[in-house]
């Protein structure tokens, strides 16, 4: 059973830095399109990052400069690399993407940005 499990979420000030991570566990055959999305309370979740099997990435635009977007398709982990961090970007972030051809969602990680 094909699981992804994020991590590295937290608390940080506003300015700061953080890198989450996302593992996929399992037998895993086939990595694809990897995104990441996030979620505030009361709003939509919202896509945030996603990066292709030939490593091309799209942010949005509220992110775009700022965030990050990898793979490391050998240890079978994306990383979400966040820099200037805003208040406005605490959220529930979450993985997603195509494994094993199936799309797959892991739990999420908080991270909450003070100002």
């Known amino acids: 059973q094909v699981q992804l499990v994020e991590s590295g979420g937290g608390l940080v000030q506003a300015g700061g830095t953080l890198r989450v991570a996302c593992a996929a566990s399992g037998s895993i055959f086939s990595i694809g399109v990897m995104r990441w999305y996030r979620q505030a309370p009361g709003k939509q979740r919202e896509l945030v990052a996603t990066?292709?099997?030939?490593?091309?990435?799209n942010y949005a635009g509220s992110v775009k400069g700022r965030f990050t977007i990898s793979r490391d398709d050998a240890k079978k982990v994306v990383y979400l690399q966040m820099n200037s961090l805003k208040p406005e970007d605490t959220a529930r972030y979450y993985c997603?993407?195509?494994?094993?051809?199936?799309?797959?969602w892991g739990q999420g990680t908080q991270v909450t940005v003070s100002s």
């Open positions: 997603n993407g195509r494994v094993n051809f199936k799309d797959s």
């Open positions: 990066i292709t099997t030939d490593l091309s990435t």
